[in-house]
């Protein structure tokens, strides 16, 4: 099935927050935010602002009718800051006028007095003062204490890596209209519509029935509208509350960059230890979170670095150890991964540092090392139906990686200017919320008696294909065309208290809630057919009722009108609960994920080594789909997560300086990956396997696993540098950034 959304998208007609017909007399919104990154506010003038041509009003914290805080997991974050500022971009008030024009001149003539605070942007530095957004957190398996005497090498090291701005296209935004009796609706661009409708009625001091939210679709999200996309939705419905106009805001590219949180950056220390065979007896890491001056999804995004701290190998000994580092910049928050590429990022980093000290290929290592069934995790997860050494030997096979290792060596040989370089990156990703509690959702079916039907779950579409996944579902399901079916856009009166669509989790989840409405449905309708062929087998196919497997002259359009007329109930609404997992926080043990993702991919890069820059020749992946229920939306997102992780790695660099002051707060200096920068050859083979049960129709979730393959783009440019620069000790600092290059090609 293609993609529902290709027509439409193509043509323009695609309805994004953006593109709602707005009511007459709508107001706009523009945050006015903190320029210093840790202050006390010693006074504000609003008056020259609020005297400005078509300004309404300004809210602050003293309008905040409800409470003034939107913290998720922890209440430590001010919807608007009262007396002191935590970061650079940390909203202030709200200025509300008949056009966006008029509030950013508005914004001008407001008059800040700050006094100036110390400020921390370095992680290191916030937990050397104690600085912590939560207390740390400790994975724990065998005895690391014991195991450093079994080891034949050990190295340690340190390694760092950036955060990554999300650049979804569409920008945050929210549009809030006063319904009857103070209710509201707001159109959201959330990946979270629940929790959106939590905030405002916390902050509205209403309760979460006169709250409607409704998302049609985001134009991107990847993780940075999980929690992100609720102050802006938030501030509308405050100001229609109070005002009782339609207000909205749909942010400008820079103050979205300045004013949100990103992926978090981190710095590690490791230590590894591994016999004269290579395998890996112990490994010791310390990760430091950046948090930011808020929690946000910071202490979640930190468990799942700690559950993905040894990627797809298996050690017998581990202590991971993690600090969520309290910093006067933005609260950084869900970013496709959600922390597991960080985790991920140390252990390769620590393999490629015995390596290079022990004279062999990482691959060496990374073969050795790979996780097989019955393996147990430093969290207590047992795997089982692993396909590690499966993907990595596939991947070995079908690409030929020998003739490759063989090409590019012949090739470094004969160049000097230009010199290549390999990497393979097996991944291992899990798939559930880390959070057991959030592992459910609903569907709510409707068929209409004219034979059409409707669905609502609690999925958002963000371009990964949900809709069209959910569409299959209900067409395969009722066996009927896709022009029968219309999915809906996520609505909190028609499907509540749903879980943000976020860790890869929301086909699985709500297509499982899908499956049971419809399967709940089918069998209603069949009792209906039933009756006129009593003691037969009753199945619907193609729009049409068999009975014993000879078709009927019952349609699909008949039996519903059959069905309707006897008054049986045409609605159906299922919930989901992924079964098998817990987790114990107080033991740090369980079995937190339904199932984990594997995959392998080869990375060929040729680096210029005059000028520093790279190309990528060629990315071989070779990933465990189980059976992909849409191979075309799977690869898509294969492709798309690939070159995200690449961007990450390579040229995307978050730079702040040192007062907290985002330096890259715009697309000219920021540098994400073009048509000219990704892989000149993307090749995908699917691994094919059984698929796993509790994964909707046995078609692996696959929206965040393929970032990570996007870590091998790192160290073959590593490799490539060595291959000219050999006797020098690199540092490990991600983004490999062509200015890095250039400093590593020629360091001495
Ligand atoms: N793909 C597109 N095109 N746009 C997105 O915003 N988000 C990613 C991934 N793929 C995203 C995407 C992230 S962070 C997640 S968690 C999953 O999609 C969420 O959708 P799923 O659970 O349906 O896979
Ligand atoms: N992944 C993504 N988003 C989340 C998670 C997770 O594990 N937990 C809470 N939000
Ligand atoms: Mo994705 S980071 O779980 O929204």
């Known amino acids: ?296 999804l910071s202490p979640a995004v930190m468990e799942r670095t700690l559950f993905h701290s040894t990627n797809a190998y298996f050690v017998p000994n581990v202590i991971a150890k993690a600090y969520s580092c309290k910093t006067n910049l933005p609260p950084n928050t869900a970013f496709r991964g959600f922390g597991g590429p960080q985790g991920k990022f140390v252990i390769e980093a620590a393999i490629v540092k015995a390596a290079e000290s022990l004279g062999i290929s990482p691959s060496v290592i990374q073969k050795t090392n790979l996780v097989v069934d019955g393996d147990e995790l430093s969290y207590g997860q047992i795997l089982q139906q692993v396909e590690a050494t499966n993907t990595w030997e596939t991947c070995m096979k079908s690409y030929d990686y020998e003739a490759q290792k063989n090409r590019v060596e012949a090739f470094n040989k004969t160049n000097t200017r230009f010199k290549k370089g390999l990497a393979i990156q097996p991944i291992c990703f899990g798939i559930s919320f880390t959070n057991t509690m959030m592992n459910h959702a609903r569907a709510l079916v409707h068929i209409y008696h004219d034979g059409s039907v409707v669905v609502s779950t609690g999925g958002v579409e963000m371009g990964q294909g949900l809709n069209t996944k959910m569409l299959q579902i209900v067409t395969e399901t009722f066996s009927i065309n896709a022009n029968k079916v219309r999915i809906e856009s996520t609505n909190t009166l028609r499907v509540a208290n749903t879980s943000p669509t976020a860790a890869s989790a929301g086909a699985d989840l709500n297509g499982k809630a899908l499956q049971m409405a419809c399967n709940n449905l089918l069998e209603r309708l069949k009792a209906v057919a039933q009756k006129e062929y009593t003691d037969q087998i009753i199945e619907v196919k193609d729009e049409m009722v068999y009975a014993n497997e000879i078709k009927t002259d019952i349609t699909w359009n008949a039996l519903i009108t059959r069905a309707f007329t006897q008054r049986v109930a045409l609605s159906e609404n299922a919930h989901y609960a992924t079964p098998t997992i817990h987790y114990d926080k107080t033991k740090e043990k369980g079995h937190p994920f339904a199932y984990h993702v594997y995959g392998t991919s080869i990375h060929e890069v040729t680096v210029d080594c005059l000028k520093g820059t790279y190309d990528f020749d060629s990315v071989n992946i070779v990933h465990d789909f189980g059976k992909s229920m849409n191979p075309t939306i799977d690869n898509g997102q294969i492709e798309g997560g690939l070159v995200q992780g690449i961007g990450w790695m390579t040229l995307e660099e978050i730079v702040f300086n040192d007062q907290g002051r985002l330096l890259s707060n715009a697309l000219s200096t920021y540098k994400v990956p073009d048509i000219y920068s990704v892989p000149k050859q993307i090749n995908i083979q699917h691994l094919e396997t059984e698929g796993h049960e509790l994964a909707i129709k046995k078609s692996k979730a696959v929206g965040e696993p393929p970032l990570m393959y996007g870590i091998g783009a790192y160290f073959a440019i590593r490799n490539a540098v060595k291959a000219f620069n050999p006797n020098v000790d690199l540092i490990i600092n991600a983004p490999y950034t062509p200015e890095k290059v250039l400093m590593d090609l020629y360091k001495k």
């Open 1 to 296: 099935m293609i993609n529902i959304d290709a027509h439409n998208h193509v043509k323009g007609k695609s309805i994004y927050l953006d593109d709602i017909q707005e009511l007459n007399g709508t107001l706009y919104a523009l945050p006015f935010d903190s320029t210093v990154a840790h202050a006390k506010i010693k006074s504000i003038d609003f008056a020259a602002a609020l005297n400005h041509k078509g300004i309404v009003s300004i809210l602050t914290a003293k309008d905040v009718t409800g409470s003034n805080q939107i913290g998720g997991i922890i209440p430590d974050e001010p919807l608007f800051a009262e007396d002191e500022v935590h970061f650079r971009g940390q909203v202030i008030a709200l200025i509300v006028g008949t056009s966006e024009h008029h509030c950013r001149q508005a914004a001008k003539l407001i008059k800040v007095e700050y006094e100036e605070l110390p400020v921390i942007v370095d992680p290191r530095e916030a937990q050397a003062q104690g600085k912590l957004i939560v207390p740390p957190r400790q994975f724990k398996l065998g005895d690391t204490e014991s195991a450093w005497a079994k080891c034949d090498h050990i190295f340690e090291g340190r390694s760092d890596v950036n955060g990554q701005e999300h650049l979804y296209i569409e920008t945050q935004g929210a549009y809030a209209r006063p319904k009857e009796d103070e209710s509201i609706i707001i159109s959201s661009s959330t990946q979270g519509p629940t929790a959106v409708q939590r905030m405002v009625a916390q902050v509205l001091g209403i309760p979460m029935h006169k709250i409607e939210i409704d998302t049609v679709r985001l134009g991107g999200g990847f993780g940075g509208k999980e929690d992100q996309a609720t102050p802006w939705a938030v501030m509308v419905a405050l100001a229609c509350q109070i005002l009782h106009k339609p207000v909205k805001m749909a942010m400008h590219r820079m103050d979205d960059m300045r004013m949100t949180g990103k992926r978090h950056p981190y710095s590690a220390d490791f230590k590894i230890g591994l016999d004269k065979n290579y395998k890996i007896i112990a490994y010791e890491v310390t990760h430091y979170q950046n948090a930011g001056a808020a929690a946000d």
